[in-house]
């Protein structure tokens, strides 16, 4: 069975960092991009970052330049190295898998993607 688990989230000050860690199983890791969204209470899921099978890579504006996603194939992860973190940045973090045709997908959109881990809390306090 396909399963994304998700680690690394916490408590932290703003301007500090974090590192999440996303560990799949049960698919084919390199044949997947590779996406984080998250989500704050009331505010529906946003799009944070994705990285394709080629390494490219895209960002939400929200988090560019603060934010690096990152993958290993070899280990079946993908990680969110997050930067200068703000209060504004507290959320739900999901690490989702999506298999891209030949045509691409729509990075941004939550639909496009497969799979989902169960989530971990990032908060970020003032």
């Known amino acids: 069975q396909v399963q994304l688990v998700e680690s690394g989230g916490g408590l932290v000050q703003a301007g500090g960092s974090l590192r999440l860690s996303c560990a799949a199983s049960?698919?084919?890791?390199?044949?997947?991009?590779m996406g984080w969204f998250r989500q704050a209470p009331g505010k529906e899921r946003e799009f944070v970052a994705a990285?394709?099978?080629?390494?490219?890579?895209v960002y939400a504006d929200s988090v560019k330049g603060r934010f690096t996603i990152s993958r290993d194939n070899a280990m079946y992860n993908q990680y969110l190295q997050m930067n200068s973190l703000k209060p504004e940045d507290t959320a739900v973090y999901y690490c989702?898998?999506?298999?891209?045709?030949?045509?691409?997908?729509?990075?941004?959109?939550?639909?496009?993607?497969?799979?989902w881990g169960q989530g971990t809390q990032v908060t970020v306090s003032s």
């Open positions: 989702a898998a999506a298999w891209v045709p030949p045509s691409g997908i729509r990075w941004s959109n939550s639909l496009e993607y497969n799979y």
């Open positions: 990285i394709n099978r080629i390494y490219s890579t």
């Open positions: 049960g698919l084919t890791f390199s044949s997947y991009a």
